[in-house]
């Protein structure tokens, strides 16, 4: 076990480099997730190539042990051979068996596991800073399939042409060798076979190549619909469209199938011309041994030797051939994997980029342009300063640019023209994660991991103590429920599993989960988008003042569409078509008639009366 262990250990499947944008072609791509595992993967070939060259060999002493058997005598066979044969076995019995083991453990133990998970480290931690538009634009699914499927298929590609490349030379140069040593005219059906072999693979492989690529995506799409179904599961049975999802997969079954049929239509077609290619080699060099014996041209031992090794090469043909196609087939999903990998990251650190330090809290948009890469829209010119420790809630019509704002200050995107700063430091010139360590969020549509209650609300601050999250969720309004929860396993409290995306809670408990993940991460600016939309009027008033509790010496922007919810704001700014037509306070506002008078007119004054004790709680 120990010898074992040794090899496994030998390749770090988990190398510590921070990963980059991987080369977009495919041999490029190939080398790049290979770094670090060539000290296994060349004395694996090279142990291929002796194994290969090996039994070759042993096919030529099997025609001398024929020769030796027909002429010898029996009396004086064992003293004239014995040191050839003892040479014999023990190539047999050691060298060979060493060397097959060796490769093994090599093969087994150091590359087969180690050799793609280091691919799927290095990609995972690599899309994991992906921009938000990347995953906005692609099944989550269908990006998990293709980062399972390209790391084995990379392994597959890199050690499959390894193998083949070392039989092909070794292999079958040294039988055309061994066989022409006999007799020149013995080595002709060889080569005739070997060119009529390189031109069927020449014609099929690319072939092949191109469907296993159409297939790999086919696969991955199929994937992703099945999961974007399971996902989407509450909404496919609210509409009751069970059906509509089974048939909706029913398409990327069906494309996948027209790949398989296309490709098992030409693999059939190969495996007849291959099978009849052999067979003819074998009738040709068979009646060609004879008719050479006859002539006393080449002895019984090669003819043995020429019947064995096309036999030999019988078999061969056709691995080679299922490897080939099976390489053909990973290189098709390496491309493909490549094609949703090898993209930039559209929001990535400057190389000098450094921590932000947030002493005060002042944010600053300073002529701010944005369009989501059209020519125009969403943001323009816009200029906004947050002094440190104010309270702001945006309003607007949907569309306004509202939510546009606050991803630009959590830089998910970059921004196309002008300034953020926070506290006077360009965000564009810090690292994102020290931005978004400095802001807290809570949206309306909360998702939270597939993961404990503990566990989720330990995401605001990994480094808490146990009263620490205990008194979030009891400052959440959240301890109640969780004291109740248990999940299939038996796990109760906070050591239930809520579920994907937290479909095991209500909305309201998943928002105060979220609150109380907010208020144990403390961060020094607060954005709130439509925080409280999800809970109860009585669970909303209970946890407002513990909101506007941890409102306390941030600087908060609140984003939301029942103003009554933020009318007690320091100041409201109102948005429309990505500029700012209003600032003021809710009362300044209202006097004025303008668009937030007509919103909160439409509002009827909000959904519920502005509590003057809400208000004063709020500005202190």
Known sequence: MNLFRWFETRLNPFPPEEPVEPPKTLVAFCLHYTKGAWPWLVPSAILTALIAGTEVWMFSFLGNIVDWLTAANRATFLADEGWRLVGMAAVVLVALPVMVWAQSLINMQTLIGNYPMRIRWQVHRYLLKQSMTFYQDEFAGRIATKLMQTALAVRET?????????????YFTGMLV???????RLGLPLAFWLIGYIALLRYFIPKLGAVGEEQADARSMMTGRVVDSYTNIQTVKLFSHARREAYYAREGMSDFLKTVYRQFRMITTLYGLLYLLNSLCLATIAALGIWLWLGEVVTIGAVATAIGLVIRLWGMSQWVMWEMTGLFENVGTVQDGIASISLPRLVEDRPDAKELVVSKGEIVFDDVRFHYGRSKGVLENLTLTIRPGEKVGVVGRSGAGKSTLVNLLLRFYDIEGGRILIDGQDIAAVTQDSLRASIGMVTQD???LHRSVRENILYGRPDATEPMVLDAARRAEAGEFISVLSDPKGRKGFDAHVGDRGVKLSGG?????????????DAPILILDEATS???????AAIQENLYRLMEGKTVIAIAHRLSTIAAMDRLVVMDKGHIVEEGSH????ERGG???QLWARQSGGFIDVDDGVAKAAAE
């Open 446 to 448: 909360t998702s939270l």
């Open 178 to 184: 061994i066989v022409a040593a006999a007799d020149w």
């Open 587 to 590: 009362a300044e506002l209202i």
């Open 158 to 170: 890199v050690m499959k042409l390894a193998d083949m490349l070392n039989y092909v030379v070794v």
């Open 509 to 521: 408990q998943r928002q105060r989960v979220a609150i109380a993940r907010v208020m144990l991460k």
């Open 534 to 540: 999800a809970l109860d009027s009585e669970v909303e």
């Open 595 to 597: 668009l937030y008078a």
